[in-house]
Every structure is written in C-alpha cells, then in structure tokens.
C-alpha cells in the first residue's frame, strides 16, 4: 500500500496541450465539414483531384424493402428512414432512377440533378398480382371469408388475405352474417342503381354499361364535365377539362410540390430535362393570360399537370386514399394509378384488371367489385 | 488564545454588501448592476435558443453551419471532458488504495481538530446513523472529532429528539458531539442547510471552540450534508492536503461525492443523474481553476471566521462559501481537489414519478447556483484588488458554464434539427439540409462513445451488490446510459432554465431540501 499518491494532479500544461491539440482538430474538421455538407466532393480523373460540386436525389417509396438503382447501379446503404433513401454524391446531369422488387411493378424516372441540390422524388410500386381483400356475404365464426363455388373464377389471378374456405352447401345457419359485405352492397347499388352522374364516361361510350361511382369524394361544385365531379384534396384538384384529366394546385404557391416546377432554362435544356410535354405546356402557358409562376429567377411553376389517361375511356377517377401525388382511374380495362410527377414521363401501373370492374372508394379504402365478388384492392404485397 | 486574538474578520468581508444575496437587499446605482447582473444569464441563455430558432427560419444556411461547428464542438468537449474523468477515476482509485494514515504521520498533527457539522431537517434515522457511523468508523482518532447535528427549529419536536438520541448514542464514541437547534424565521435568513450552518458554526463556536481555546487555525471544517458517509481515511487524506496544500488557510478542500449509499435501490434514471454530478465533480477535480466548492466540502475554521461562516441568506450556499472566501480573500482562495470520495444518497422517492420531481427539482436547486454569478461579477466590480485577469477569466468561466448548462443541451438535441424543420423552402432543396442531420447524428454518435466510458467508470465506482438484487442489474446499470440525452436536456437544461428565468424576473427560489431515502 503506497504511502504517498504518486499520481499528480492532471497539470495545467497538460491540460493545456489536451486543449489546444483539440482546438486544432476543431480548426481543421470546421472547414473540412463546411466543404462537404453543401455537395463539394473531391473527384479523381485518373491522376488528377478535382474539386466537384455534386448533388443528390431523394426517393421516397411506399415499401420499405425496394431496390433502388441509379444509372444501372444498385444503390446501397443510403436509407434515411423506413421507407426514403439519400444517395450522396451524384454529379449533375440527369440520372435514371430504377425502383424495383420481385413481385412489384418496376418504376423508372429519369431525373435531373443541379449541383447543391437535392432532386426530390416519390417511387410507386404496385404488386404485380393484384392484391385483394375478400369480403364475402358470410364468414364463419371466427371470421374466415366463405367463398361460393361461382366465385373461383376471380380468386385464380389474384392474391387474398386473409384465408376463405370453400361452401360446399347453400346452407347459411352456421355462418355469420358480413355486416361488411352488407355496407357495400348499398354503396354499389347506390351506384348502378342511382340516376346521377356516374353513368357517363369521360369520353363518349354509349354502349358501355354504368359501372361504378365514387362514395366519397369531395366534389367542390367545379365546372367540369357534370357526370365526372372534381375531386379536391390537398390543396389540389384533380378535373377534368376538354376531355382530358388534370391536376391542378389551388394552394399556396410557396408550398406547391417540386413536380409541378420546373428550372429555368432554355427550349432544349428544359426539354433534356423534363421531356417535350412539359416544355409544351410551359411554351403554352405563356401565351395565356395566366404565365407560368416563377418563385424565383431560377424556378418556373405550371398550376395544372395533365394525367395520362393511356388513350382510354376513364370511367371514374379520384386520389388514391391517403396519398395527393397519385390518382387511381378507372379505364376500359382496369383500375390504373398513374403519378402525378411528369417529369420526363408519368409511370401509370395497373392495380386491377378483371372483366369488368367496378369501383368505389369509401372511408380511405379502395373496394372493387368484380364477377360476382366484392373485394378491397391493397396497394401493397400480402406479407402472411 | 495567542491564535485567536490574531484573527479576525477580513476588511472586504466588513463591507455591508458583502453577503448581499439579492438585488433589492442593495440600493441606488448598486441595486440597479446587481438586478441587471441577475437578468442576464436568463437573458443570454433565452437569446440564443430564440437565436437558433429565428436563425432556422430566416438564415437558415447560416444556422445549419453553426450548429455543425457546434456538433463538433460538442464531440470535442466530450472527449475533453472524458479526459479528466478517465484521469481522476485513476487517481480517486490510487487515492483509495493510499494508507493515508501512514502519510500523514510525517505531519505534527495533534493539534489539529476537525468540526463536522451535519445540518438536517426531516431526514429518517438511518440517514442520520448512516453518518455517525461512518464518522465512528474512520481511521483517525474520533476524540479529535467535534461533532454537531443542527437541527431545524421549523422541522418540528421530532427532528429536536432525533437530534437529542443521537446526541447520546454516540456521546462516547467522539470528542464532543451536540446538538444545536436553528430557531425558525431568524431575520435576514432563508430557511436552508446554509443558515443553519452558518447558525451551528456561530453556536460551536461560543459553545466549544472559545471555551475550550481551542486555536480556529487548528480547526479544519466539514460541512456535510447529512446524508454523508465518509470513507475511513477522509480525515488521514484530508489533513495530508491540508499540510501539503500551498496556501492551506486559504484552501478549501473538496472531496469527489459518490452517490452510492442508496443506488442498487435507487431507479435507473436516478442512478444515471447521480453517476452523472458524480463524473461532473471528478471533471472539476481535475479543473480546480474552475472549481468552486460543492455539496460535502472542507476548509479551516479560522477561514470561515474570516468571513463570518459565509452566508445564510443564499440557496446555494456549498458554493457560494467559496466565492465569499475568494472575493474577502482579494482572489487569494483556491480550491484543493482531494481525489477521495464521499458517499452520499442518490435522488429517489417513493414512486418514479416522485423520483422525477425530486430529481428535477434537486437539479434546479443546483442549477440555481446562477445566483453566484452576479454575486461575483458585482464583487469583481468593486474589490479592485483582485487581478484583473483572475476576475476577467473566472467571470468569462463561469458565465460560459452556466450558459451551456441550460442552452448546450437543448441546441444540440433538439435545435440541431430545427433549420430541417423550420428552414426555408429554398433551404429544403439544398444538399447541405439533408447532409445536416446525417453529419449531426454521426457527430452524436461519436460523443455517445463517451458513454461507454461513462458506464465502465460507472460501474467500477459501483458499490458491491447487496443481496436481494440481481446479478442482471449490472447489465441495466451498464446500459443506462442511453438515457443521457433525455436526461441532459430534462435534468439539466430544463431545471437551468427554470432556475436562470425565475432569477431573471426576480422570482427568487428557496431552498429545496432534497429528501433523503424512501421511509
């Protein structure tokens, strides 16, 4: 046992050198952070170091578990949440944008990156196989769908959650009646049955039956085309105008989405950038009395983007439930979600193809019904 | 009596403003600095968090550069910070392994008394047993020991006859114990440990030191709080400071406090807080350039004498003690870190949600030690003979510790996002408002590396676990620490802003006593 503390006190020189090796450590990481955090990256071209602005693209994604490529490259540790990635480092020019997984339909953009600037996007996959919730007139007791032999038809292309079992009878009285199933006949009868405007399509069709209506949607009394109402959410309209659809955003222009701008520049910077359309609808806008808005000297803002309809007869069409950047339309051969975003192109995917589906959304949810079948259109992939 | 007829007060401790507490206690020009004085911590901790938020929303390229520079910043303290505590752990744990006993034999030290003066209020026996019993088990000779358990008038009959049992368990066992009583609403007083300190000093010294001639130079002081236990050298390690000590009459002598006594029952969240004053102590250990004396401390009578035994009007008195010392002392008054611990009680109560209160309000309690700032600012104003640079840097000093208690904290865990949240549109789009939080989540991260050092510090200072506890409450105490950024921000940087905001609108705190165990 030492009799004397033979460790000093920490010396006012010691801690002085502590001190000052670390104020410069301070002095050099400030400048290094400084350099990097706006997008200065250093390059290498063969022997050469160049100093080189870069930016970013963000991708947002409705699946947590997608594949994201970037100009044919996998991209890999950028995710920043759950379901949106960062990739650092892309040097400006325009890039492909690759959203894929197995059993979802492939999204692809082409987008623009500036440097110091963050590219933002939304990434939509739908399955490949429609996903569907059953919901039949009788479950059993513990609340498994009860599925009619005339049914099976529509269940061999698609994916259901959660089980059913087949009848083997027409005898009822130990099932249980699908208060559910009872809900929806209504809202669908309501809209074959009714005498409004839901019996006329956006483009002439005479000889297609009434099909559909929407249950809920918010109809802001526009001037539209009477049998197809505009529908607002957001703080944008989705109309319809001289036959065609459109987006348009009636909200503070200082908070209007990204997509809906474009940069500055000239007929073929903005054409390489955004596609022909877009400079089309810009070229157009000037000749009107409403310019486009240009929030500052660099941006240029069009209120109105048009949905790509693919040519078709659209029957119905609304935002899809919980989401203002993509619009669900019902075409002569399906049930379609199309992106409102057109730079470069809009992705439209088909969510349900069937026979001859009807639609109608109520309370956030999507439910079609289809060769005899009532059912919820999901957005995602069935995880068991 | 040769000692005592040498001593007397010292001329700036005569000033009348010497033991000013609070600005309408001054008149005139004076009240108006020291009012302006008290304003200002609150005043600069609130202009920089509203600076942060304002700077998000209207220059917010400007703050997300500073809030990088301070997330290095704050990387960088932390690993200073880690230094000194890696270091003092080393030489408390040297310290402990010293037979101080042996080493202090090469003093003539006979002489020497040491008063221990053990200010209660309602505390349970056993806090009370808990403190004798570590002073009766010490390694020194306990006739030396004068001890005195002062008690609260306004804590009732109870407290008097727990004073007075006391009193005669433990008559035998050291060289004088009493009991003294500090009556209730003595004016010019708070209620508090310091006026009964201060009254207890005043009573022993009538009642024992006069009479007994004994000299005040060879008195050593300590004031604990009761919940103290000492380790059984304190006194041996104590005197060898004393004697090796530069200016030993002009040295206060500071132990590291370990919150032990009760932590294997104590919650998690109160052994994090109490882990954590510890680590801040053994910091300041290491720093006694910037220490002021805290909690269970030491110091000479005769330096006490000097001064009138400090203040009774104060909150913080542990510390404000030093500060009268220092300023009476014309800057001539240090703090001698003695790398030997105290055990003391962590902050519990007997729910969690009591626990929390407890804890905050303990911490407001010590965060309100703001009140000095303005003390030692007015009386580096007016004692002129202090150095300039002593007063400069330990104004500047401690002015920034206060202010990073409260605004540090806050900036870093909460502001360090507000240019995302708050920024403008333009700033959204940018690449730098998307590397911001990456870069200041990495630089957390690397500061949360301090944690593991925390923890391994943590659990070696840990006393043996007692039975009835499991063997899996290591792994809790071990992981605690991931609570640190909550803690730091809810037990420091809130109750600091409370305590730096009642000063500011001279809504003056009182004092708090921290209750000492379950009962």
Partial sequence: ?384 | MAEKSTTSRLPYAERPDFKVARAYELTGTDRRLYRTLEILPGLVAWITLIGVVLASMYASFFAAYFIIAFSIYWVLKTIFLSYHVRYNWRRLKHHLAIDWQQSIAQFPHDQIHHLVILPFYKEPDEVLEGALKGLADTRYDKQKLIVVLAAEERAGSEAVALGRRMVSTWSDTFGKILLTVHPDGLPGEIPGKGSNTHFALTQVLHSVIDPQQIPYRDILVSIFDVDTVVYPDYFNCLLWHFFKAKNPYKSAFQPVPLFTNNLWEAPALSRVMAMSSTFWQMIMQERPDRAATFSSHSVSFQALYEIGFGQANVVSEDSRIFWNLMIANDGNFDTVSMSYPIAMDATVAPTVWGTIKNIYRQHRRWAYGTENWPYIIYHFIKNKRIPLRKRLVVGALQGEGYWSLVTNPIMLFILGWAPIYLGTQEFHTTVLSYELPIIVRNLLVIAMAGLVVSSVISLSLTPPRPEGHSRFKYVVMALQWIMVPLTMIVFSAIPGLDAQTRLMFGRYLGFWVTPKRVK
């Fill in chain 1, 1 to 384: 046992m030492p009799a004397e503390p033979i460790i000093e006190l920490l010396s006012y020189q010691r801690r002085k050198r502590f001190f000052w090796s670390l104020v410069l450590i301070f002095m050099i990481t400030l400048p290094v952070a400084i350099f990097y955090t706006p997008g200065y990256r250093i390059s290498y071209v063969g022997d050469t170091a160049t100093i080189m602005p870069t930016g970013g693209l963000y991708v947002n994604t409705d699946t947590t578990e997608i594949e994201l490529w970037v100009n044919e490259e996998p991209v890999r540790n950028a995710r920043l949440f759950r379901s949106a990635y960062y990739i650092q480092n892309i040097e400006a020019g325009m890039h492909r944008v690759v959203a894929q997984q197995t059993g979802l339909q492939t999204w692809v953009k082409n987008m623009p990156v500036d440097p110091y600037l963050v590219a933002e996007v939304t990434a939509f996959n739908l399955p490949v196989v429609p996903q569907i919730r059953l919901i039949t007139e009788y479950e059993t007791a513990t609340g498994t769908a009860v599925v009619g032999s005339n049914q099976l038809t529509l269940l061999q292309g698609v994916s259901t959650t959660p089980p059913y079992i087949m009848s083997t009878s027409s005898a009822t009285s130990s099932l249980v009646r699908n208060q559910e199933y009872d809900v929806l006949t209504t809202l669908f009868a309501s809209s074959t049955q009714g005498t409004s405007s839901p019996r006329v399509s956006l483009l002439a069709v005479p000889e297609l039956p009434p099909r559909f209506r929407f249950a809920t949607t918010s109809a802001d009394g526009g001037t539209s085309t009477p049998s197809l109402p505009n529908v607002v959410r957001n703080d944008m309209r989705l109309s319809v105008r001289d036959g065609e659809i459109y987006v348009e955003w009636i909200g503070n222009l200082n908070r209007i989405p990204n997509y809906f701008c474009i940069a500055s520049g000239t007929a073929s910077t903005t054409i390489a950038r955004y596609g022909q359309h877009v400079f089309d609808q810009v070229t157009a806008l000037w000749a009107t009395t409403t310019p486009p808005w240009n929030p500052d000297a660099t941006k240029l803002c069009r209120p109105v983007i048009p949905i790509n309809r693919l040519r078709q007869t659209v029957y119905a069409m609304d935002f899809v439930p919980g989401r203002s950047d993509l619009v669900v339309l019902l075409l002569e051969d399906g049930v379609y979600v199309s992106e409102i975003d057109d730079w470069s192109w809009q992705n439209t995917q088909r969510l349900y193809a069937g026979v001859e589906p009807r639609l109608v959304i109520d309370n956030g949810r999507m439910y079609a019904y289809d060769q005899g079948v009532y059912f919820e259109l999901l957005l995602t992939l069935i995880t068991s």
